[in-house]
């Protein structure tokens, strides 16, 4: 099985720790970029098209309430630029607003997850969107 890179875009340092912990825990081996608003992200993903060091991500975990550049914008941007918008976006947010919810849809999220407050819980969910989107989901390739 193959490597498999996760872009997560999230602002708030405890809950980076937290998912870079869980996904540590893993069953296969992957990469995990941190962007920390959404213009970081952008470029991130911009840069990763022009430089053959940088890999695209196969897996975006991106926050909703994000500095600079909101996660919806980056959402829409990512979903609307032809080099990206395969790449499948999971919303993971403490938002759990009706609003948030068809948004991120109308912007073809491919799924949005609430964070849980609960510690175990939040391991909890990070280890099953790993146990999704890369044991079980065929992710597009990237050429």
């Known amino acids: 099985?193959?490597?498999i890179h996760i872009l997560l875009v999230e602002d708030n340092e405890g809950d980076i720790i937290l998912t870079q912990e869980a996904l540590s825990d893993a069953k296969i081996k992957n990469k995990v970029s941190v962007s920390r608003d959404g213009e970081e992200a952008i470029s991130y993903l911009n840069k990763a098209l022009e430089d053959p060091e940088e890999l695209l991500p196969d897996l975006i975990l991106l926050d909703i309430n994000l500095p600079k550049i909101d996660?919806?914008?980056v959402l829409h941007y990512i979903k609307t630029t032809p080099s990206f918008k395969k790449i499948p976006v999971v919303m993971l947010?403490?938002?759990s607003?009706?609003?948030d919810v068809v948004?991120?849809?109308n912007n073809y999220a491919n799924c949005f997850i609430s964070k849980p407050v609960d510690l175990n819980k939040f391991f909890d969910v990070v280890r099953m969107i790993e146990d999704f989107w890369?044991?079980?989901v065929?992710?597009?390739s990237k050429d």
Request: hydrophobic share 25%; net charge neutral.
């Open 71 to 73: 996660g919806k914008e």
């Open 1 to 3: 099985m193959k490597n």
């Open 97 to 99: 607003s009706e609003l």
């Open 103 to 105: 948004d991120s849809y």
């Open 134 to 136: 890369i044991t079980i």
């Open 138 to 140: 065929k992710l597009p």
């Open 93 to 95: 947010t403490t938002s």
